[in-house]
């Protein structure tokens, strides 16, 4: 087990906030990387993190810890490839995420999601010098549907429920859009879906009409490309 002290760089408690800080012009996937950061600071914390365009911690206590997205060149890296170091920084504790593109700071924010450590309420954030720099440039999942033919008798009583748990046509579009979330997460950067059309027509399964299964299918695509 990972001994806290002197290993953290900083504390995240719900009486104190870390501050993240991202840059005065930022890509739309920074920002949402930004958000989802603090949403799962929030979920553990139960405290809302400020988000902040650089420039404005200038009147901010010293003593609050903060998290910065830098878009910095970095020789020999991928636009998704990223940097993730903790420094003393105008008198701050500082985490700095930095990577030459807005794809990398989006996954060194992830990656730095999963270098914290929970306790109750309370997030360590340890000393960190890592870095990432991915070597395939496209990461593909093909999101494909389950084959049931091959089920036992016993299994086709129960086929209903586990369709409508495991077959993505059935879920709901917000379901759909965690799960292409999570993928995000996971470091892909493609993803590939079964045509709506032969779906429906190779599974009577799914409760779903041609025209709800087309729906969510462009509900998945549009949320891959945000």
Known sequence: ???????????????????????????PVITSAAQ??????LRVTGAQPQILLAG???H????ESVIAF????????????????????????????????????????YRLIREMQQEKQQLFVPELSVEDNPWLKTRELFIGDLDWRGATDGEKKALPEL???????????????????????????????TDPKKLAAYSGGFANSNEELTQKVEAMYRRARK
């Open 60 to 63: 901010r206590s010293q003593g």
């Open 36 to 41: 989802r950061l603090a949403e799962y600071i």
């Open 1 to 27: 087990a990972q001994q806290h002290a002197p290993t953290n760089a900083f504390v995240i408690p719900a009486q104190h906030p870390a501050i993240i800080e991202i840059e005065q012009d930022n890509e």
């Open 70 to 109: 830098t878009m910095r060149y970095i020789p020999y890296f991928r636009p998704d490839g990223y940097r993730i170091t903790t420094q003393r920084k105008e008198g701050r504790t500082t985490v700095e995420i930095s990577a030459p593109g807005a794809a990398g700071l989006k996954y060194g924010s």
């Open 56 to 58: 404005e911690l200038a």
């Open 163 to 193: 369709q409508k748990k495991f077959d993505w046509p059935n879920w709901d579009v917000p379901r759909l859009e965690r799960y292409l979330d999570s993928v995000d997460a996971m470091g892909y950067n493609s993803v590939m879906l």
